[in-house]
């Protein structure tokens, strides 16, 4: 593929019209602009086989029409983190109203290309038209540009209007990316682009919503440093917050808030894992924002698991049920009530500072910032010693915890199934250290464990749920569900008692497991 000289950096926001017209004349802007803003119009025709071959191989291809110019695109990549994207980009000008392929400067790249299209030619699949506001920004030697896009997505009947900022970074910093638009989001209400202008063309084309997504597998290169798999692995973590955000939002697949509040739950592991060699006085604050977002999205979690996963096998065999009805029904209003205060909080200031502030904090590899010690040194150390001490003291504490749980109370088995997660978490960040070691038979062992526990902290949870239910009914309607919650109550303790059955076999199975890491 190209060289790194090819590659793009830009950090994008969407913000509302009413705001576009003002934010040139924000002070930042005004204090770093090289020159005048210019403003032209800008026509993008999209390219692709009918099957969609080169958004499948995650390339895009455009003809984008200026004035008298017309200037071919190809981009490649992954998405984004926190609105940051890192493509690589070749342009080159070409003639005519079809992509010219041979025009592509490298040869690695069109052969990547002629794969993809598997010999199916090339058709207009969505287009882009916008006014784009151009301005260029200098200070000292960071240097970005910045363009607000106002105009709109069409793909065949459908059309789709946006209004976005990109900064791009054109030499410098990228964490400055990100300090300018904490600035910016002091004065407007911004939110963290997820989505390229080509991702929302070809949902648009589709028809199709935005998809939840699991997280990706980090992949550590050879001889990594532990500064190195930090910022790998906590870029991959924020990855999957940002990808489920909309989904989540959107709410009409309950996957949508389950991965976005596991790639919380991963992120605060990244500040628990790596504590030893994290400045706590520079950590806090992302934390307790962090145990924020987590608690805003368990409670919506809470009510889906309770209503999808408990009361929906129940609607079968009780579909008579008139106070069963009437639980259902309270328990989905009391679930839209905490989706709208959910979809509150996701398109907040609150939360768009938070993405933004971690996507800084991962930029500027800020875990440097502190004083030379016998631990920040590690931090230039190979990753694979840390994973190897760390990985072995989290086996060894989910061995103690786990020969009390298996036959405990409760709240062992809750300390357990905490244990669990922080070290199926950090198998699977550093998991890629360990090529060629037997780790699949440990993680499907724990994930397993971990499942079983999970069922158990569900059942507990729907006690709690049910007993908020009554509460909002309130006397005397409470009593009149009195029977048909004692009856739930029986059959989620009958889930319960299964479960514990499977926790001890589970846990022997476990306990014999070998780790993969003491391997030679």
């Keep these: 593929m190209p060289d790194a000289a090819a590659?793009?950096?830009?950090?994008?926001?969407?913000l509302s019209p009413s705001d576009a017209a003002r934010i040139l004349d924000h002070p930042l802007v005004h204090r770093h602009a090289v020159g005048p803003a210019q403003s032209r119009q800008l026509l993008s025709v999209y390219f692709?086989?009918?099957?969609?071959?080169?958004?499948?191989?995650?390339?895009?291809?455009?003809?984008?029409?200026?004035?008298?110019?017309?200037?071919?695109?190809?981009k490649w990549g992954e998405g984004a983190a926190a609105g940051l994207f890192e493509r690589g980009e070749l342009e080159v000008a070409v003639s005519g109203q079809r992509p010219v392929l041979y025009a592509i400067p490298d040869e690695a790249l069109r052969e990547r290309i002629r794969e993809a299209l598997r010999g199916e030619p090339l058709e207009p699949i969505f287009e882009t038209e916008m006014r784009r506001t151009h301005c260029l920004l200098r200070d000292g030697a960071d240097e970005w540009s910045l363009d607000l896009d106002e105009g709109e997505?069409?793909?065949?009947?459908?059309?789709?209007?946006?209004?976005?900022?990109?900064?791009?970074?054109?030499?410098?910093?990228?964490?400055?990316?990100?300090?300018?638009?904490?600035?910016?989001?002091?004065?407007?209400?911004?939110?963290?682009?997820?989505?390229?202008?080509?991702?929302?063309?070809?949902?648009?084309r589709s028809g199709s919503g935005p998809v939840p997504r699991k997280a990706r597998e980090v992949e550590l290169p050879d001889g990594a440093t532990l500064d190195t798999a930090l910022r790998d692995i906590a870029r991959a973590c924020l990855g999957q917050i940002g990808v489920n955000l909309e989904p989540a939002f959107e709410g009409t697949d309950p996957e949508g808030v389950h991965q976005m509040r596991v790639g919380v739950r991963r992120m605060r592991s990244v500040f628990s894992v790596f504590r030893p060699v994290l400045p706590d006085d520079r950590t806090r604050a992302l934390r307790d924002e962090l145990r924020w977002l987590a608690s805003e999205l368990g409670e919506v979690r809470d009510l889906d698991v309770f209503v999808g996963e408990l009361l929906g096998p129940l609607a079968g065999p009780r579909g008579d049920d008139v106070a069963l009805k009437r639980l259902r029904v309270e328990a989905e209003e009391l679930r839209d009530e905490r989706r709208r205060s959910l979809r509150e909080t996701l398109y907040s200031r609150r939360l768009t500072r938070l993405l933004l502030s971690l996507g800084h904090w991962i930029a500027r590899s800020s875990w440097r910032e502190q004083a030379l010690?016998?631990?920040?040194?590690?931090?230039?150390?190979?990753?694979?010693?840390?994973?190897?001490?760390?990985?072995?003291?989290?086996?060894?504490?989910v061995g103690k915890l786990g020969r009390a749980a298996v036959t405990g109370p409760p709240p062992a088995r809750h300390e357990l199934r905490i244990a669990l997660k922080k070290l199926r978490y950090a198998c699977e960040f550093f998991g890629s250290l360990y090529e060629g070691r037997d780790a699949r038979r440990y993680l499907r062992r724990l994930s397993r464990l971990q499942d079983v526990l999970g069922a158990l902290n569900d059942v507990a949870t729907a006690g709690r749920v049910l007993q908020e239910l009554l509460g909002r009914v309130g006397p005397p309607d409470a009593d009149s569900l009195a029977r048909t919650v004692g009856f739930i109550e029986g059959f989620a303790a009958r889930e319960d008692e299964l479960s514990l059955r499977e926790l001890a076999t589970l846990w022997k199975r476990f306990a014999r497991t070998h780790p993969f890491w003491e391997h030679d």
């Design 7 to 14: 590659r793009e950096i830009e950090l994008k926001l969407e």
């Design 48 to 74: 692709d086989t009918r099957e969609l071959g080169l958004a499948k191989a995650g390339i895009g291809l455009r003809l984008r029409h200026t004035g008298d110019e017309q200037v071919q695109t190809v």
């Design 153 to 204: 997505i069409r793909a065949q009947d459908a059309s789709l209007p946006f209004c976005e900022l990109e900064l791009e970074l054109v030499r410098g910093d990228p964490a400055r990316l990100y300090e300018l638009a904490l600035e910016l989001c002091e004065s407007f209400e911004l939110r963290v682009g997820l989505r390229s202008k080509a991702e929302r063309g070809y949902a648009l």
């Design 373 to 397: 010690s016998e631990t920040s040194a590690l931090l230039f150390q190979p990753a694979r010693s840390f994973s190897d001490s760390l990985l072995e003291r989290l086996h060894q504490r």
